[in-house]
């Protein structure tokens, strides 16, 4: 059995929600946590979550949303996240990749939905895109709050410091690619941080990488890290959905 603890669902990607949800099931995905991070698929995920009883949700405004946030946006927020379904607040975080001409702007949403985080005593899910510096920083501010770092890929010493802050690292398929490093990072590390997520429809795993990706995927995952580590896929298995236990409180 398996969680998907990070993924996002829309109409906009799948012809068929019951499709990808049975898929799932049969895949032996015993839930999923969706991920609405914009104005529209914060609705739309807490509508999934009211139709299907294995879906659960995180929701935040992602960093790429930081210029059309507005206030009444936030206000409305900290009231959907006490659905309770609602089982973090995320993605949420920083990303610089496509420029910092809205840093400030950006490190400011973070800030809020940390502190809301804080107030309701809810898990992160942290989006950090070449911007690991100023993400540490700002959540060394907040350290009552706990989380994961979701589809992380930096070095060993980044992932050290996340663990001494308590944090999860998410391991998608990026660590079946041919060339990625996460592999040397998840040896020296070892599992008891690790949560599986796909991010999809995003970053399909090997051997379907560029295709749409899906929750169904997380086997192969699992057994990527099975072999880096050495040990059963039932293992991988077990310790990863204790963690996801640890961290998010399903109810
Ligand atoms: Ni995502």
């Not at 770092?149 to 992932?159: D, K, Q």
Request: hydrophobic residues 35%.
């Amino acid at each position: 059995m398996f969680i998907d603890t990070h993924c996002h669902l829309s109409k906009e990607d799948y012809d068929n929600i019951d499709t990808v949800l049975s898929d799932n099931r049969e895949a032996g995905i015993e839930k999923i946590i969706i991920s609405g991070c914009t104005r529209e698929s914060i609705i739309e995920s807490l509508l999934f979550v009211d139709q299907y009883e294995d879906v659960y949700t995180t929701i935040g405004y992602h960093p790429s949303e930081a210029s059309f946030t507005t206030e009444e946006d936030l206000i409305k927020l900290e009231e959907q996240i006490q659905h309770p379904k609602v089982v973090g607040i995320g993605e949420i975080g920083l990303d610089y990749h496509y420029g910092k001409e809205d840093k400030d702007l950006q490190q400011e949403l973070f800030r809020r939905q940390l502190f809301m985080a804080d107030r309701h005593h809810l898990p992160v899910v942290i989006h950090s895109r070449d911007a690991t510096e100023d993400t540490i920083s700002i959540l060394k501010e907040f350290p009552n709050v706990v989380g994961v770092i979701h589809c992380f890929s930096g070095s060993l010493e980044t992932a050290r410091i996340y663990l001494s802050m308590g944090y999860y690292l998410g391991i998608g398929g990026v660590v079946t690619f041919k060339n990625s490093q996460l592999g040397d990072v998840i040896q020296a590390i070892g599992l008891s941080s690790i949560l599986l997520e796909t991010d999809s429809p995003y970053l399909a795993p090997e051997p379907y990488r560029g295709s749409l990706n899906s929750s169904k995927y997380i086997p192969f995952i699992a057994k990527k890290l099975s072999e880096i580590l050495s040990i059963s896929v039932e293992e991988v298995s077990q310790i990863t959905l204790q963690n996801t236990h640890t961290l998010f409180d399903f109810q």
